[in-house]
Each structure stands twice: as C-alpha cells, then as structure tokens.
Nanobody, 121 residues
Framework: QLQLVESGGGLVQPGGSLRLSCAASGFTLDYYSIGWFRQAPGKEREGVSCISSSGGRITYADSVKGRFTISRDNAKNTVYLQMNSLKPEDTAVYYC??????????????WGQGTQVTVSS
C-alpha cells in the first residue's frame, strides 16, 4: 500500500522555524516528484514547493522564496520542507504529494493526510 505521512507541524511564534517531513511507505520516493501544498481555512489549496525526482528541478511559491527550503533524503525515503522566518499567513494544513513525473507536475497521484502548522504569538 502506497502511503505518504507528513510530520513536524505544530505551533510556532512568528519568526520561528519548523521542519516538515514527508515519509513514504510502500514505494521508493527516488522515482517521484514531491510537492508540498498548503490550505488555510476558507482558502484554496496552493502549491508551496516541489522537487523533481532527479532533484534537478526545484520550485517555490513567491510567498515562501528565501524562507523555505525543500530537500530529499532518498536513503531515508523522506522529503523535507525547512520553514524559516515563519509568518502568521503561513498558517495552514500542509500536505505532501508524490507523482512519477520528473518535472514537478500540476497534478499528483498520491497525497498524505496533512499536518497542521500554526504561526501565532
């Protein structure tokens, strides 16, 4: 059974940091592009970042450029999203998704259950 599990969310003060993890089971992430998405209450889901299966293509939403970093550790079958200088507007449920396409596609085949990130003082 193919499964993605996010972890690392929580409550953090503005300016703080969190590292989200996306761990895969039942398949090897090496051959998949991984995207991070988020959805805040009352808002549409938005793409945050993506790393292609080869790692040769990395994208970020303008709202997180310079603050978030995506990386992958194929040995651990895990992709990370390091989030620094967090702002209240980063508050959302964060999801990771996987797709066998090697170019950060718009649609993804597999999704995790999400992890809540709350930025508040």
């Amino acid at each position: 059974q193919l499964q993605l599990v996010e972890s690392g969310g929580g409550l953090v003060q503005p300016g703080g940091s969190l590292r989200l993890s996306c761990a895969a089971s039942g398949f090897t992430l090496d051959y998949y592009s991984i995207g991070w998405f988020r959805q805040a209450p009352g808002k549409e889901r938005e793409g945050v970042s993506c790393i292609s299966s080869s790692g040769g293509r990395i994208t970020y939403a303008d709202s997180v450029k310079g603050r978030f970093t995506i990386s992958r550790d194929n040995a651990k079958n895990t992709v990370y999203l390091q989030m620094n200088s967090l702002k209240p507007e980063d508050t959302a449920v964060y999801y990771c998704a996987a797709d066998p396409a090697d170019y950060c596609p718009l649609e993804y085949d597999y999704w995790g259950q999400g992890t809540q990130v709350t930025v508040s003082s």
